[in-house]
């Protein structure tokens, strides 16, 4: 299965939006990260919860890595933020069955988020990865704001940090890549994201200069400036 830190090898992502059999037979993918917050447990469904595990279950007997991901509305996700101990409360139940999980640099303000990420931590199987994000859909934050983040993600011992940021020129895409290169490291790599189409490259350049997941959705792009997972692999396969 993918290394969720590496720092070396790039590999790439399904984005799932739903709990589809058939994508995973027709992409046939090393790993996914299947979207908590686009599949339906905000209704509180007990049946929803229990398919989910099951496919969950499925997913990794094919040996497939799962990361799981509940992205919050301020995120460009589909969950409210007025149901944040549901989110809590699922993805407690199902760190045991997943590879990675993403978990938002914000909670971590927060010393009861703290306290979350670290139970998580010893929820989480044995080598599971927990991934510290941080996304701003209007612009780049300040160098001083991530590298905040950053330290408080070294701090959870997080395994992995993305930053996806939007970006309004080159010149900015090119500061925000210049500062994931410098600060990635073994302790803690680092995936970056520039939003938007002059950011695009990022989505499959970065990896391969950094290591880890390179995102692609299923069918509609699930943020600005994606590619699709077909486009995703060739990209990082005629570069190596």
Wanted: charged share 30%; glycine share 4%; hydrophobic share 40%.
């Amino acid at each position: 299965m993918p290394d969720w830190a590496s720092k070396t090898k790039p590999f790439p992502v399904l984005i799932l939006s739903k709990l589809s059999r058939a994508a995973i037979t027709t992409y046939k993918p090393c790993s996914v990260e299947l979207r908590l917050d686009l599949i339906g447990l905000q209704n509180e469904s007990i049946s929803i919860f229990n398919r989910t595990k099951k496919f969950i279950s499925e997913l990794r007997a094919k040996k497939i890595s799962v990361l799981l991901t509940a992205r919050l509305c301020r995120d460009g996700g589909e969950w409210n933020a007025s149901k944040e101990n549901l989110r809590r409360k699922i993805l407690f139940e199902l760190a045991p069955s997943s590879d990675a999980l993403d978990l938002e640099a914000e909670i971590l303000e927060e010393k009861k988020g703290r306290i979350f990420a670290e139970l998580l931590k010893k929820r989480m199987r044995v080598g599971a990865a927990l991934i510290v994000s941080h996304h701003d859909l209007k612009k780049m934050p300040n160098l001083i704001k991530l590298n905040n983040i950053r330290a408080m993600a070294l701090r959870v011992k997080a395994n992995r940090l993305k930053i996806a940021v939007m970006t309004k020129n080159e010149k900015e895409t090119e500061k925000i890549a210049d500062w994931a290169v410098a600060n990635s490291c073994e302790e803690l790599p680092i995936t970056v994201i520039a939003m938007g189409s002059i950011g695009r490259w990022t989505r499959w350049v970065m990896p391969l200069r950094l290591g880890g997941p390179a995102y692609a959705p299923v069918g509609r792009p699930v943020a600005s400036g994606q590619i699709s997972y077909r486009e995703l692999n060739k990209l990082l396969e005629k570069s190596k």
